[in-house]
């Protein structure tokens, strides 16, 4: 997959949800990405899908925040999330464990 901008990869979400693994589970995901290719995007998980819209959640049990080259850059591997987090350019507050879940979930 080209990656050209982060809207691409939020799009191909939900085609990417194995809703198997999800099960039971229900959360809202919170991601605000800087920079002219990202934007705000919201992931709610709940009743075997996931739905991805444009803009912020009200209640997210999680939030992601990154710049638009490091999150590209992840998803097409060539940066370590866990190097961007342990140096400041990926940060995530509320439920981690949400966070991790999502990362399973999402087939490659």
Same mark, same amino acid.
């Given at each position: 997959?080209?990656?050209?901008?982060?809207?691409?990869?939020?799009?191909?979400?939900?085609?990417?949800?194995?809703?198997?693994?999800?099960?039971?589970? +229900?959360?809202? &995901?919170?991601?605000?990405?800087?920079?002219?290719?990202?934007?705000?995007?919201?992931?709610?998980?709940?009743?075997?899908?996931?739905?991805?819209?444009?803009?912020?959640?009200?209640?997210?049990?999680?939030? !992601?925040?990154?710049?638009?080259?490091?999150?590209?850059?992840? !998803?097409?591997?060539?940066?370590?999330?866990?190097?961007?987090?342990? #140096?400041?350019? #990926? +940060?995530?507050?509320?439920? &981690?464990?949400?966070?991790?879940? #999502?990362?399973? !979930?999402?087939?490659?």
């Amino acid at each position: 997959m080209n990656i050209e901008n982060c809207k691409q990869i939020f799009d191909e979400l939900p085609n990417r949800f194995n809703s198997a693994t999800a099960g039971d589970w +229900k959360t809202i &995901i919170q991601f605000n990405i800087s920079g002219d290719k990202g934007g705000n995007f919201t992931v709610n998980i709940g009743d075997g899908k996931c739905e991805v819209t444009q803009g912020t959640a009200d209640k997210a049990s999680a939030t !992601i925040t990154t710049s638009d080259a490091t999150w590209m850059g992840i !998803i097409s591997g060539t940066v370590n999330p866990m190097t961007a987090f342990t #140096l400041g350019q #990926l +940060k995530v507050s509320g439920n &981690i464990g949400d966070v991790m879940k #999502l990362q399973n !979930i999402i087939k490659a």
